[in-house]
């Protein structure tokens, strides 16, 4: 073989592979973006799905055990008025834990039902969550909203609500936290969220749980930032980054 | 010149970015990536500067390293099944390249020994291109442009798979005679190619989710 047949022989081979290794990255990425869409879906109608449930417990509570307690309440009413009354501290104790009942559960419906929380906004139903926490003595509370508040769509406050709701949940059953600080930060092309307990932290390379998958899975799902960050012993922090979406109101 | 010059120094850029950016990988398996590039820089820098001449045999010390620095890189991303396939490739690579040199198929001080190189690319790439396949079959729902990992792979496959032609030859000088200088053109091209890639890829990838 000739020097020149070799030398375009090797130059060929290699702009060949060349463009072999681009065209396979390229097809990588395209078929990721394809399997990205295609999953970007099947976690919607999970996550609707979730939503739909979590309505359905919502009205259960309410309608079912709501409509017990009052009408309990309404039976202590009348015991009080009948009683001796010797008898009258008691049935009026039992009266105000049968009350704290109705408000709980009241308060825990409104904070399952999706309609609840697109009717008050995303602010109210987490003060109202974080006002439960207080009420039950699980920890203190506290909660700062900084800024201009904006029009946030209905889905996107209620993924961003239950993305807090995981997060407090998992402070409330490990942490042992005693206080919880939660900040809205409004600027004019987003909303940046803080949330910081006091707890005992955990080691972040380690853990893969399912309700901070659910986390993350719906902050992409709103194209929210998410991040996480956790050591042992120094408390954990989330970190919600959330981009201003044009909505009816502001057009 | 100038290409020779700019294909060495992007290199010393490549390790002082992988320095840089040490933070973003530390947590993952990726991050001894500095030492390979370190050392990498190193002996670039060094034969383009002091040691122009016979230093053949540094080379063809590289390609040990090289391979089973990769092995070892890739090692957890290949996924469970392709693990023992991946020390067995070092092993095969290893035996056979003393093999080589031992009986004196090759000449470690004095000749690139192509045998030795061709095999290390193969095996490389063969690693690489089950790397992009894991990633693409158990990183659902993420985007490529953020993971290092990806443009790591991206990076070495160009260049591995653009010069896998080039070193497949023993003696340029005897076998290509004047078309010599272009081909070692090619080579220093893919090696800018690559090296662009990963700085893309050390720039532009993010600190995977802390949990």
């Known amino acids: 073989m000739e020097q020149k047949e070799i030398y375009l022989l090797i130059i060929s081979a290699s702009i060949t592979f060349f463009v072999l290794s681009v065209s396979l990255a390229a097809l990588f990425i395209l078929m990721q973006r394809r399997r990205d869409i295609y999953q970007k879906e099947i976690n919607k109608v999970r996550v609707e799905m979730v939503e739909q449930t979590l309505k359905n417990i919502s009205w259960e509570i309410h309608d079912n055990i709501g409509q017990i307690l009052s009408t309990m309440n309404l039976y202590g009413y009348k015991i009080h008025s009948e009683v001796p009354e010797k008898f009258q501290p008691p049935v009026e104790e039992l009266q105000e834990l049968i009350q704290t009942a109705i408000s709980e559960v009241r308060g825990l419906s409104k904070s399952l039902n999706t309609d609840y929380i697109k009717n008050v906004g995303l602010i109210k139903s987490v003060e109202l969550e974080l006002d439960r926490f207080k009420r039950l003595s699980f920890m203190e509370t506290e909660f700062e909203v900084m800024g201009q508040p904006f029009t946030i769509p209905n889905d996107s406050e209620v993924f961003l609500l239950r993305i807090l709701q995981e997060f407090f949940s998992n402070t409330m059953k490990y942490a042992q936290a005693k206080k919880i600080d939660v900040k809205f930060i409004f600027e004019e092309k987003k909303l940046e969220v803080y949330v910081k307990d006091d707890g005992i932290g955990f080691d972040g390379s380690n853990i893969q749980g399912t309700g901070l998958l659910n986390m993350k899975n719906r902050a992409r799902l709103i194209g929210a930032f998410l991040k996480l960050e956790s050591e042992l012993g120094k408390g954990t922090n989330l970190e919600i980054i959330y981009k201003r979406k044009v909505t009816e109101n502001d057009e | ?211």
Request: include cysteine; glycine fraction near 4%; aromatic fraction near 24%.
């Open chain 2, 1 to 211: 010149m100038a290409i020779v010059l700019i294909s060495t120094y992007i290199q010393l850029l490549t390790f002082l970015l992988s320095v840089l950016c040490w933070t973003k990988y530390k947590h993952t398996h990726l991050r001894s990536l500095p030492l390979y590039f370190g050392v990498f820089a190193f002996i670039e820098l060094f034969c383009f500067h002091f040691y122009k001449h016979d230093n053949v045999w540094l080379y063809n010390l590289l390609v040990f390293f090289e391979v089973n620095f990769f092995c070892y890189l890739f090692y957890p991303y290949v996924g469970r099944s392709f693990r023992k396939i991946v020390i067995a490739l070092a092993v095969l690579f290893n035996v056979l390249s003393g093999f080589i040199y031992s009986f004196g198929y090759c000449d470690f001080w004095n000749e690139h020994c192509a045998y030795s190189y061709v095999l290390g690319i193969f095996i490389i790439l063969i690693v690489i291109f089950k790397v992009l396949v894991k990633i693409l079959i158990v990183n659902s729902y993420t985007k490529l442009g953020s993971s290092l990992l990806f443009w790591i792979c991206f990076g070495f496959l160009i260049f591995f798979a653009t010069s896998l032609p080039l070193f497949s030859i023993s003696n340029w000088s005897n076998l290509l005679g004047e078309y010599n200088k272009n081909i070692s053109l090619l080579l220093f091209f893919s090696v800018i190619i690559s090296h662009l890639i990963l700085i893309f890829g050390f720039l532009w990838s993010k600190k995977k989710y802390t949990y």
